[in-house]
């Protein structure tokens, strides 16, 4: 193990490259939940200098990280090699959240930057490094980033912005509209599982979402749910079938039994 009171050049480097990372963090109660977040939406993941990292937080349906940062601050963000030489790395910090529609968050990402269901910006005061051998970590090829999260919440953002754009409507003063993501953050993002304080502000912000746009499908996602898709349409094919044998084993029946009464009549 080494340990640095920065993120030393090399890593930055290394870090920069990686496809995904892990947020731990936990409430400061004996029995209160442990949480590890995986997180892997490409640009997300920002380094400001050596003694200071931030990501994009984006919707979900919990909001354990933003909790328990209110509560006590304490955050590791772990990567670990799944190609090349074998490396951990731990990221440990002081936590700070910004949210959607504050001007610390509008700082670091203006209009038309930030991703589609971003609600806060998470930032990473360093005071430990460590690195450790990675040996136990199998090799996995990356095929390519998701964007079915980004599309869901385009979504919910653009059922928002249709109602936000109407002359006097008001999220801080109105009810949010109902398949908005305002709405979501209301009801799913306002408390932890151990009943924290979650999101404050962001769900009654008057600020229009305006999101940079969704790249395109990897073509391993593609693949994906074009085979999903032809399971289904294989299965709706055997699904007809059989029920057209069942058809004509009923129709069969009842020529038989009809041909039955007009031979005894």
């Known amino acids: 193990m080494q340990m640095f009171g920065e993120i030393p050049d090399f890593l930055i480097v290394w870090l920069e490259k990686q ?47 933003i909790s328990h940062i209110r509560e006590n601050g304490r955050v590791t963000i772990l990567f670990n090699a799944f190609e090349g030489p074998p490396r951990i790395v731990r990221l440990y910090g002081k936590g700070s959240v910004f949210e959607f529609g504050t001007s610390d968050y509008n700082t670091l990402l203006p209009e038309g930057i930030r991703h589609p269901g971003s609600r806060a910006v998470i930032v990473l005061d360093i005071f430990k490094v460590a690195t450790t051998c990675g040996y136990s970590v199998p090799f996995y ?4 980033h998701r964007t079915q999260l980004l599309e869901w919440a385009a979504k919910k953002e653009a059922a928002d912005r249709d109602t936000e754009l109407t002359v006097g409507f008001s999220s801080a003063t109105g009810p949010r509209v109902q398949t908005g993501l305002k709405r979501w953050w209301e009801e799913r993002n306002t408390t ?15 600020e229009i979402f305006r999101s940079r746009r969704i790249a ?9 749910i074009q085979s999903k898709m032809i399971r289904t349409f294989d299965f709706r094919i055997l699904c007809a079938f059989l029920f057209g044998i069942l058809v004509t084993c009923i129709y069969q029946r009842l020529a038989l039994v009809t041909s039955y009464f007009i031979f005894i009549n």
């Open 19 to 65: 496809q995904m990372f892990w947020v731990a963090s936990a409430p400061l109660t004996l029995d209160g939940l442990v949480n590890i977040s995986p997180k892997g939406v490409e640009g997300t993941f920002h380094i400001a200098n050596p003694r200071r990292v931030w990501y994009e937080d984006l919707s979900g349906s919990g909001v354990e990280t």
């Open 216 to 224: 395109k499908k990897s073509p391993f996602q593609t693949a994906t």
């Open 192 to 206: 932890s599982l151990d009943g924290l304080q979650g999101i404050v502000s962001a769900h009654m912000s008057d």
């Open 141 to 144: 090829d990356f095929k390519g």
